[in-house]
T-cell receptor
Framework: DTGVSQDPRHKITKRGQNVTFRCDPI?????LYWYRQTLGQGPEFLTY????????KSRLLSDRFSAERPKGSFSTLEIQRTEQGDSAMYLC???????????FGPGTRLTVL | TQLLEQSPQFLSIQEGENLTVYCNSS?????LQWYRQEPGEGPVLLVT???GGEVKKLKRLTFQFGDARKDSSLHITAAQPGDTGLYLC???????????WGLGTSLAVNP
């Protein structure tokens, strides 16, 4: 297994456009997390899945954000009508159920012009 | 809400020097992880500490968990330019699911 992968690594978009990011977790991990990180800050929790169920969403996740994990494997994070304030690094992590350790992908850097 | 405070926020040292960075909380940690993050990449897990007083070593890195499980330190011996990066502590995961993060210590090791 090659670890957590994310696609794309970089995305530049114009304000108002929709974007979708993909995360492929470590295959035996049933938990998947999305975080957002801005420069000089630690990661901020957005949402988390156990298998296909979305169990927790942060208040940071506005109505323009939606995440899915339809088959309990890969996940997508969609941002509709992007705003300049959405510019950030979007990180995905996975873990085994009950595990203390989360393993991160390389992130998707979003720039909204 | 548990908050993690890291210090110092920035550190710039010469190759070969030793350094220590800290992670503190007013609450007891269930467990604590240290990560290292390079620019443009995701955090990479270095170590997890669980037991109060625990000491773990990873080559030139020594991680210590306070007896009361409210603080942790990372000591680097003979720092090298390859140690440059953002060092983050985080607590939670497991049954708490999400991790709570410190803001990190940005380390620059100059050759």
């Amino acid at each position: 297994d090659t670890g957590v992968s994310q696609d794309p690594r970089h995305k530049i978009t114009k304000r108002g456009q929709n974007v979708t990011f993909r995360c492929d977790p470590i295959s035996e991990h049933n938990r998947l997390y999305w975080y957002r990180q801005t420069l000089g800050q630690g990661p901020e929790f957005l949402t988390y899945f156990q298998n296909e169920a979305q169990l927790e969403k942060s208040r940071l996740l506005s109505d323009r954000f939606s995440a899915e994990r339809p088959k309990g494997s890969f996940s997508t994070l969609e941002i509709q009508r992007t705003e300049q304030g959405d510019s950030a690094m979007y990180l995905c992590a996975s873990s085994q159920s009950g595990g203390n350790e989360q393993f991160f992908g390389p992130g998707t850097r979003l720039t909204v012009l | 809400t548990q908050l993690l405070e890291q210090s110092p926020q920035f550190l710039s040292i010469q190759e070969g020097e030793n350094l220590t960075v800290y992670c503190n909380s007013s609450s007891v940690f269930s467990s604590l992880q240290w990560y290292r993050q390079e620019p443009g990449e995701g955090p990479v897990l270095l170590v997890t500490v669980v037991t109060g007083g625990e000491v773990k070593k990873l080559k030139r890195l020594t991680f210590q968990f306070g007896d009361a499980r409210k603080d942790s330190s990372l000591h680097i011996t003979a720092a090298q330019p390859g140690d440059t990066g953002l060092y983050l502590c985080a607590s939670g995961g497991g049954n708490n699911r999400k991790l709570i993060w410190g803001l990190g210590t940005s380390l620059a090791v100059n050759p």
